[in-house]
């Protein structure tokens, strides 16, 4: 059935953007109070309160304008702006969702909002996991268990127990292996490691985290409205026409690519033929590979769940990945990059060197009680623990794709990642999330936040309790019934 047309509220979706100062405003006047019938596994009945602290006359909202805006004659430096932060387009995408989510609560204060907008675990973290950091928490209170500042790098057991898991045969060594505060912190680093005077290739569409800090670290050119892209980045488009995997023969060459298998938010994996046809591009072209792979156990077929399956790899290639969407620890933050000492730079200068430099610099090392937890995941107890976790969440997805395939929708990803991509043929992504917000109370995230290849879609997320999966699919059934 053809979806419904695009409700009022679509006029309050495609407001203009909040900056950055006044994203802060919104956060020091507002509060958002959520109570939960239990604190570890929610009912779905979770109550929300917003309430406003009392303001200057000057603000008449909480999300209004900037905090420069409320200040007569305020004193300013004579340090001038960074221009690359001038280049952003006004928020990063999910605190910009919070924003709407929170205008929509102040407006329908008795709704009760199921979010299926950006990608948070929420299901608890399994005990055998929880305990290995309670006992290194409460060891850190004892004279011989106590520790300070660890290896930048991570502690080698962790490291090895990662080479182990999941580059066993690959010819990963635990001296490749950085452990992190995850793949996101990893990314900007990587970029810090580039700096400015590279040229870059995303997917399109793909995580925004890529493009933003390219245009943050000065790699890109302005915003072109037009084209809804900005200018020096090569952006590869993936669709259902092309397997979501781009044409590589029309892709001009880039110094660095940046590619994520599952992908986020399309949920497609690259065959090994595709891969294989990347590592073979990157390596004509003299590019570096950076392989988000923070999805890949949620593969179930044959894709490859690490770029250095592929041969030649090592030679290209640089892999990040997380144990957020496995053990739930976006809260607990822990990941680890992977640079092989094969990799080189253009004057023979192995990579890894340099990026334990920016590691050194810039990063005192995970905790130490995440990286207990870490290890406690590689167990044999713990890589069950995060399996039965991690199909947990595929089962939400094939909820979530049952309702949309059932009303007619052409649905693509979901198989292999905790992600739907659901296509809205002719409509404006930001529409169809302010419609399915202002009529079915569920948050969504519009296809256009991960790149102009995005229009026409929105992501809906499987990381959510059960009985609100099945209360968004009633609701979702209703709407477009």
């Known amino acids: 059935m053809a979806p419904a047309p695009a409700s009022s509220s679509a006029a309050m979706a495609a407001a203009p953007a909040i900056t950055a ?35 200057p006359p000057a603000v008449e909202t909480c999300t209004t304008k900037p905090l420069v805006h409320f200040i007569s004659n305020a004193y300013k430096t004579s340090v001038p702006r960074n221009a690359n932060m001038a280049k952003l387009q006004a928020g990063y995408l999910f605190p910009e969702i919070a924003r709407r989510r929170a205008a929509h609560l102040l407006k329908y204060p008795e709704a009760k909002i199921i979010s299926l907008g950006i990608g948070d675990t929420t299901e608890p973290i399994p005990d055998v996991i929880t305990n290995a950091m309670a006992e290194r928490a409460h060891a850190l209170s004892t004279m011989d268990g106590y520790s300070g500042y660890g290896a930048e790098q991570g502690e080698k057991k ?30 900007s680093r990587l970029q810090v490691l580039f700096g400015s005077n590279v040229t870059i290739a995303v997917q399109d569409p793909s995580y925004p985290a890529y493009v933003d800090s390219s245009v943050i670290m000065g790699q890109t050119g302005l915003y072109q409205q037009d084209v809804q892209k900005y200018g020096n980045i090569e ?4 669709n259902p026409e092309n397997g ?5 023969s029309t892709v001009p060459r880039t110094d660095i690519i940046f590619f994520c298998s599952p992908n986020n938010p399309t949920g497609a994996a690259a065959s090994r033929d595709q891969l294989t046809r990347l590592v073979k591009f990157a390596k004509d072209n003299g590019s570096i590979i950076v392989y988000d792979s923070a999805y890949a156990m949620y593969i179930s ?18 892999e990040t990945a997380s144990f957020s969407k496995y053990a739930g620890f976006t809260g607990v933050r822990l990941g680890w990059t992977v640079v092989p000492k094969e990799l080189l730079f253009s004057d023979g200068h192995p990579v890894a060197k ?17 990286q207990a937890g870490g290890l406690a995941c ?24 049952d309702t949309f395939t059932s009303l ?31 009529k079915a109370n569920v948050v969504t995230t519009p296809g256009s936040g991960f790149g102009p290849g995005g229009e026409g879609f929105v992501r809906v997320s499987a990381f959510g309790h059960r009985d609100n999966i099945i209360e968004a699919a009633r609701r979702l059934k209703q709407l477009y019934k």
């Open 21 to 55: 100062s006044s994203s802060f405003i919104s956060s020091s006047l507002c509060s958002l109070r959520v109570s939960k019938t239990s604190p570890r596994r929610p009912t779905g009945r979770v109550s929300h309160k917003i309430s406003c602290v009392s303001s």
């Open 158 to 187: 962790l490291r090895s127990a990662i080479a182990a898991t999941y580059y066993a045969n690959l010819g990963i060594e635990d001296s490749d292996i950085f452990v992190s505060d995850g793949a996101k912190c990893d990314i």
């Open 235 to 238: 952006y590869m488009r993936c």
């Open 244 to 248: 979501f995997f781009p044409d590589l």
């Open 301 to 318: 077929d044959d894709s490859p769940k690490s770029i250095f399956e592929i041969p030649g790899a090592k030679e290209v290639a640089i």
């Open 354 to 370: 340099d990026f334990n430099r920016i590691v050194c610099t810039c990063f005192n090392g995970a905790s130490n009680i995440a």
């Open 378 to 401: 590689l167990s044999p107890e713990g890589l069950k623990a995060m399996h039965d976790v991690v199909g947990f969440y595929k089962e939400n997805t094939e909820i979530i794709v």
């Open 408 to 438: 007619g929708f052409n649905v693509y990803g979901a198989k292999n990642a905790p992600y739907v991509w659901v296509h809205f043929p002719g409509r404006n992504s930001w529409d169809v999330f302010a419609e399915i917000l202002e």
